[in-house]
């Protein structure tokens, strides 16, 4: 039972991140699923992509149906990081588990670090075209757009992450987007490159725990309805601050496990 107390509390605050932010949920969902629910660093980068994939495209449907996502922009976005997301997620299962743990634990400072002090996007909101509509980054900076894809789909696939914490910010720098249709732009860049990076993952028998991925599944798709709800409500400045500093305490955490 109290296993499944476990899954269905980090279910939730993972789909109040997703729902909320439109990234930061998987880089909780591992370290939950390794240290609450004792699965090993590589089933619980398998785990998290699916449970981000099931949360994002939840997440996805709530901001699709308030015209929140650019689905042009974002699919050059993703696109551009299927084959680096399917790459590293191949060549992850065979890195040591050490190895992967300390890697994540680094990225997630980084992650903690951009929700705590995040980039002001206003600058963005009055000039940006319209949903859909041919942006700068568009017309001149195609290059930057894929590269940034590219890198994000090979983070994606080789820790299990939906990068939603790197999409967001690079969809507002480099390719214009408003805040307000950067975080659900940022769902659909997710559910791509995720699916992608566990197809190659499932390809290499993986023991995993569906008593425990069900519930916390189930959990943080629920949370990504709240987590949208609550995003209306409250600024995004003061949830990034919330989740980073939660984040922040955790990736140290997993960088004192690691060097143990």
Known sequence: M???????????????ALGGLGGGGSVLAVPALIY???????????????????TSLTGLVAHARDGHVRWRTGGLF???????AAVAGAL?????AGVLTAAFA????????RMIRPRAPARHEAASPAPNAPGPADRTGAGRAVGAGAGLGAVTGF???????????????VLAVPMTAAVGTSLLVITVNSTAALATRLTTPTSLDWA??????????LGAWDGKRLATKVSTAALQRIFGAAL????????VDAAA
């Open 78 to 84: 993703a696109v551009a990081g299927i084959v680096p």
């Open 159 to 173: 820790l299990g992450v939906g990068g939603g914490f790197l999409a967001v910010p690079a969809l507002v720098t």
């Open 248 to 255: 922040l305490a955790v990736a140290l955490f997993m960088l």
């Open 36 to 54: 609450l629910l004792g699965f090993t660093p590589a089933a619980a980068t398998t785990a998290a992509l699916l449970i981000v994939i099931a």
């Open 92 to 96: 992850s299962v065979r890195i040591p």
């Open 212 to 221: 425990v991925i069900a519930p916390f599944t189930a959990a943080a798709v």
């Open 2 to 16: 109290s296993t499944l107390i476990l899954a269905l509390t980090a279910g939730a605050v993972v789909g109040l």
């Open 106 to 113: 680094v990225l997630a400072v980084v992650a903690a670090m």
